[in-house]
């Protein structure tokens, strides 16, 4: 399967963006799905996961109640919301499939990988 992820841009502090990630190659509908991020200078890290029918969506600490993964099944894609951005969210952001049906945390989770998107938060 091949991952796309779109929608990095340039945003200032407090402002949204929403990426997305798109599967092609073979459907993903059974997989959960992942974003990850890493910084400048630092090791990547989990963002935010989610099951494979939508459910048991968890985030890390960092960004829970300010970004919402979502998913829509029928066209292959996975969503993340992002509000309320700070200087310290600024990241190259990967999505991944998970290799089970409900979304990982971690690396060794994860069956692919998309090419990632930047996002920067000026403050």
């Known amino acids: 399967v091949q991952l796309q992820a779109s929608g990095g841009g340039s945003v200032q502090a407090g402002g949204p963006l929403r990426l997305s990630c798109a599967a092609s190659?073979?459907?993903?509908?059974?997989?959960?799905m992942a974003w990850f991020r890493q910084a400048p200078g630092k090791e990547r890290e989990f963002v935010a996961a989610?099951?494979?029918?939508?459910?048991?969506?968890f985030y890390a600490d960092s960004v829970k109640g300010r970004f919402t993964i979502s998913r829509a099944r029928a066209d292959n894609t996975v969503y993340l919301q992002m509000n309320s951005l700070k200087p310290e969210d600024t990241a190259i952001y990967y999505c991944?499939?998970?290799?089970?049906?409900?979304?990982?945390?971690?690396?060794?989770?994860?069956?692919?990988w998309g090419r990632g998107t930047l996002v920067t938060v000026s403050s």
């Open positions: 190659g073979r459907t993903v509908s059974n997989n959960g």
């Open positions: 991944a499939a998970s290799r089970s049906a409900v979304g990982t945390s971690r690396e060794s989770g994860v069956t692919s």
């Open positions: 989610i099951g494979w029918n939508g459910g048991n969506a």
